[in-house]
């Protein structure tokens, strides 16, 4: 190599060398190798839990409602598995509320006692309650989709004539499609009947299956006739029927029922078994009956389907 060419070869180096004196100096910290899987603590958290939620109707021997309960006070199986109570509440939320009406021939005397019996149950209604109106005879037919307006309800009451036969089945299934468009995790049915259903498509074992199936709560009153299927229903799902043999005990009866919806208490809890095989899986509850207490009647929905994989 010739001097020249040497003479460049050093003057480059050395511009090199005073560029990285006058770079700032920079410290770098390693960074701590990451724990282990194995060291870490063990979680009890799953991402795919799922929780399920069981209301609760606590009443004592005189049928009034029973809220000064606890967590501690219940115990909740499934099959026969006692389960951990994992979230407790006392139920305040708004409702999504259908009321299933009969007009069918043989409510033609009793139209206008059953229309202020829905009346007096949609004055308990407090802010972002909503409701839906079916009305079934011959057939099902929704009359006023979900509204926040209970004078709508009212209204399309005072348009209906009594006629032709009683699809209550049909009604059911239409009223538990609608629920599905709910916004409030509360739904309930109120259904007003005075006989068991004649005229449907579906069966009674289809139209039970259903309701044991939705996340869904049926009230029920049964005019003058106590509807067995009716009665069935509101005990899968945790509801309630009150049959009345006289009109002057219909306010009373929806009174009731108006108060059992707004006070229940929520068990929440993540089944032991987290197979999601699409089973019915039985819940049962129990109370603890505080000392000095006389017995407790309790109503709750008496099962849920796992969905499927």
Sequence with gaps: MGVSRLRLVAVIFLGILGIA??????????????????????????????????????????????????????????????????????????????????????????????????QQFLQTAVPNDEFFLVQFADTASLLSPFTRQPDSILHDLEGMDAHGWTALYDAMFLSVQQLRRATNPRRVLLVLSDGEDNNSRYSESEALSLVREADVRVYAIGLFTKARCLERMAEETGGRMITIHNFSELPAAMEKLSDEIRNQYMLGYFPSNDANDGR??????????????????????????????
Excluded: C
């Excluded at 390693?30 to 795919?48: E, G, I, M, W, Y």
């Excluded at 199986?77 to 389960?83: H, T």
């Design 21 to 118: 004196a006058a770079q700032p100096k920079v410290n770098l910290t390693s960074r701590a190798r990451p724990v282990a899987a194995t060291h870490l603590p063990p979680s009890n958290f799953r991402v795919d839990a799922r929780l399920v939620q069981i209301p609760v109707t606590v009443t004592d021997p005189m049928d009034h409602n029973v809220m000064s309960l606890n967590a501690d006070n219940f115990r909740l199986f499934e099959g026969n598995v006692e389960q951990k109570i994992s979230a407790f509440s006392i139920a305040d939320a708004p409702v999504s509320a259908g009321i299933v009406f009969d007009t069918s021939g043989s409510m033609k005397k009793r139209m206008q006692e059953s229309r202020g019996a829905v």
């Design 280 to 309: 019915y899986r039985k819940v049962r509850v129990e109370v603890k009956t505080p000392a000095g207490t006389p017995p407790l009647r309790l109503a709750w929905r008496r099962g849920y389907v796992t969905p499927t994989e």
